[in-house]
């Protein structure tokens, strides 16, 4: 019988900072909630919007893998590693902190903000040499198809890290259905709804909804909505 934890968009964690208005599926900075610490080796799962010309200055990460999904407008990337580099929709960074790398994040324009989701793993290896990367994916991959976007392999599609973890975008007409197979045993899925509604597993899911499922092979899968637009996240439930 698999398990399931159902996160309402409304109950997640709440920062407004004028120019950063932040929301923490996961106990992050002054967020905490004892029973939303991590999903498995998902550890921070963070919708943010920030203010044009605003951003994060130079701060420091290790021994985690980071990944930046921009959904709206464009984000200016610097590193201690020498990367400057700017991504925006339709593209998906990494960033391995490893044994201890620093970045900085900035709204690349000045006129309008950008929207992101940015989300930290724990790696299945610890004090790796840090690395950036980053892929211009084509988003019309994933009409009606869950578009593999990363996964532990570097030869496979979509960018790669260091853990046995695959993560899926897909983006679906009205009345669509699908099953997603779980990518390796022991691993859970944790569904993150960007737009529109859907039904996953019985449950029916809004925009910024999201539902953690485990102990099971497959998820069955339907859109209610026209353009609904999902973030399938497969990952170990191990620590």
Do not use: C
């Not at 920030?50 to 130079?58: E, H, L, N, V, Y």
């Not at 580099?85 to 490893?98: E, F, K, L, R």
């Not at 899925?189 to 099971?216: C, H, K, M, P």
């Amino acid at each position: 019988m698999s398990q399931f934890v159902l996160h309402k968009g409304n109950t997640r964690g709440h920062a407004n900072h004028g120019w950063l208005d932040a929301h923490h599926s996961f106990s992050f900075a002054g967020y905490y909630h004892p029973e939303r610490m991590n999903f498995g080796v998902l550890r921070v799962l963070n919708d943010d919007r920030i203010d044009g010309g605003k951003g994060f200055g130079a701060h420091p990460h290790d021994n985690m893998e980071i990944i930046t999904i921009p959904l709206e407008g464009a984000l200016a990337h610097k590193d201690s590693l020498g990367t400057a580099s700017v991504i925006q929709h339709g593209d998906i960074q990494v960033m391995s902190a490893g044994t201890g790398v620093s970045h900085s994040e900035f709204n690349a324009n000045e006129d309008r903000a950008v929207k992101l989701l940015q989300i930290w793993l724990f790696p299945n290896k610890k004090n790796v040499s840090p690395r950036y990367d980053q892929l211009t994916l084509n988003v019309d991959e994933r009409h009606n198809h869950f578009q593999q976007i990363l996964s532990p392999n570097a030869d496979d599609a979509g960018v790669w890290i260091h853990q046995d973890a695959w993560f899926s975008l897909g983006k679906f007409d009205k009345d669509f259905e699908s099953t997603y197979q779980i990518k390796k045993a022991g691993n859970g899925v944790y569904a993150f709804v960007i737009s529109g509604e859907v039904t996953i597993d019985g449950q029916i899911l809004g925009q910024r909804d999201a539902l953690g499922i485990w102990e099971t092979d497959s998820i069955s899968f339907k859109a209610n909505t026209a353009d609904a637009e999902v973030l399938l996240m497969d990952v170990p439930m191990s620590l």
